[in-house]
């Protein structure tokens, strides 16, 4: 009698109460609840946490022995939430049971590949070691491939993350994360990324309202709150920072909100000559956001590292 015989396999599956016990309920619910917007995306990580609970319920009634293919592609502009995705991605695979740890590896490419000769290979190795049981996020993965230089270092790295995708698939999940169109010339150039990939997400940009949205949202968690002239100031900011150069969607929205704290803190300092109550101490004015470059105009696209100073 084989081995295979002799295991006890369930004859039936609850589904709900596997994504009860698993956690993946408590997983989508942060998500909906911390992401503002991103109905596709959201639909998408539902659907295929719905997958994996149904391939892992058939594994264990032996109905299929193979590890899915669960490296996946996420494209879309700066600040659209990838990383953000995939951190809670590596939650909902961990409480799935399909990785280890859950925890995760964000790099770019000056993680992976060195300068000089005999650099990358330890490189990208030590990163893998890293990522194990987890998620291994690359942003701008396109920046590994370098056509134009037929020696660049990059394609080692190319070489070996294609292998661990392929051999190490129970163990390390790969998101590869981007601009659409300069992730679709690097698929194409790379068929071996395309065929490794199961699950492409694409992250849309946010609507000026869900930006604002996200601003009451993160200043929310901080104990802050815009003050109704702030809110409209904060409106009329989304829609001119949006037109600027280096716009980065929410991430651009976390910075503006930096600088008005800091404002804010300069205003109380110099304004305040007794006690403050907590309102003062927490309220953003509209002052607070209208002081920002961006309704002067005054940005210089030549200082792309000072980008901060224009919002
Ligand atoms: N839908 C959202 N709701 C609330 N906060 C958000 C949302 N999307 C992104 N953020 C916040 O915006 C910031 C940028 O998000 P994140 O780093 O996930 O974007 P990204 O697409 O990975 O950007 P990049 O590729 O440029 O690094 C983070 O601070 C994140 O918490």
């Known amino acids: 009698m084989s081995e295979e015989a002799v295991v006890e396999r369930p004859t039936t599956v609850n589904l709900a109460e596997e994504y009860e016990a698993s956690g993946v309920r408590e997983v989508l619910e942060d998500l909906d609840r911390e992401l503002i917007g991103l109905s596709p995306v959201k639909l ?9 609970l149904v391939d892992k319920a058939r594994r264990e009634m032996g109905l299929s022995q193979e590890t899915p293919t669960l490296h996946m592609s996420f494209t879309g502009n700066p600040g659209t939430g990838k990383t953000t995705v995939a951190r ?6 961990h409480r799935l049971g399909y990785v280890r740890k859950g925890h995760l590896v964000s790099v770019t490419r000056d993680d992976l590949v060195g300068q000089y000769i005999g650099h ?12 194990m049981g987890g998620v291994l996020f690359i942003d701008e993965a396109y920046y590994l491939y370098k056509p134009d230089n037929e020696r ?21 999940v790969v998101i590869m994360a981007g601009y ?11 068929p ?43 409106q009329e900011y989304i829609a001119k920072r949006r037109a600027q150069p280096h716009f980065a969607n929410a991430r651009s929205i976390r910075n503006a909100l ?9 205003r109380l300092f110099t304004e305040a000559n007794g006690p403050l109550d907590s309102t003062a101490l927490s309220t953003i004015t509209e002052d607070d956001i209208r002081a920002s470059r961006v309704f002067s105009g005054g940005l210089d696209v030549d200082k792309a590292p000072m980008q901060e100073a224009a919002e």
């Open 44 to 52: 998408r990580i539902r659907e295929t946490a719905a997958l994996l």
């Open 88 to 93: 809670m991605m590596a939650g909902l695979l």
């Open 120 to 131: 990358t290979a330890p490189k990208t190795k030590e990163v893998l070691k890293k990522a």
């Open 152 to 172: 660049d270092y990059g394609q080692e790295a190319i070489e070996i993350l294609l292998q661990v995708m392929e051999n190490n698939r129970d163990d390390l």
């Open 180 to 190: 659409a169109d300069r992730m679709d010339k690097f698929f194409s150039a790379n």
């Open 192 to 234: 071996g990324f395309r065929s490794r990939i199961a699950h492409h997400i694409d992250f849309p940009d946010y609507t000026d309202g869900e930006l604002l949205r996200i601003s009451q949202t993160m200043l929310d968690g901080q104990n802050y709150a815009l003050d109704d002239g702030a809110e409209a100031a904060m």
């Open 258 to 266: 930096d600088r008005a704290r800091l404002r804010q803190a300069n």
